[in-house]
């Protein structure tokens, strides 16, 4: 009977116990054991999975103030302050878009530049609908499903009707 019960050592003594008893202390000590990792693992795979919303949310903010002061500058008359807007927001993309999004901000900029370019805003829509394209994918999820015939515009502000009243 003694050789078929377990025994161990606690602080000097030996406590003799059958199989059942070990068996039970065992399994405990693995689901503790289980708990303890899949605890730590969930607070792992949690807390990256709120960094990453926390930054698609920056992203998104400093896309939105670029669309914000794009759409000020473009307008005419626009003076050097909102110029100036469009400029920061601009330089602030390189600190959170990715080189997708940089590329097409770039050739976006370079036919902004252009003579051909800058005085036909229809001249816009390919490039303008890539840096469209390139932003939305960078701050969702999951990539949309934008389709590659669809052309993103400029919105046009309504006119202005204390200018209409005087004409």
């Known amino acids: 009977m003694l050789s078929k019960m377990k025994s161990i050592c606690v602080k000097g003594e030996v406590i003799v116990m059958d199989g059942t008893v070990f068996t039970a202390l065992v399994s405990g000590a693995v689901a503790l054991g289980t708990v303890k990792v899949t605890q730590t693992l969930t607070y792992f795979f949690s807390k990256k999975h709120d960094h990453e919303a926390d930054w698609r949310k920056k992203k998104l903010e400093h896309y939105i103030e670029y669309l914000a002061a794009f759409s000020v500058a473009v307008r005419k008359g626009s003076n050097s302050i909102e110029q100036q807007r469009y400029a920061d927001a601009a330089s602030s993309l390189t600190l959170v878009a990715p080189p997708s999004v940089l590329i097409a901000l770039k050739a976006f900029q370079d036919g902004l530049n252009s003579e051909d370019f800058k005085h036909d805003p ?23 499903n934008d389709s590659p015939d669809f052309i993103f515009g400029v919105a046009d502000g309504p006119p202005d009707r204390a200018k209409t009243a005087k004409n």
Do not use: E, N, T
Request: with cysteine.
């Open 122 to 144: 229809l001249k816009w829509g390919p490039v303008w609908s890539s840096l469209m394209r390139a932003m939305r994918k960078d701050c969702h999820p999951k990539p949309p």
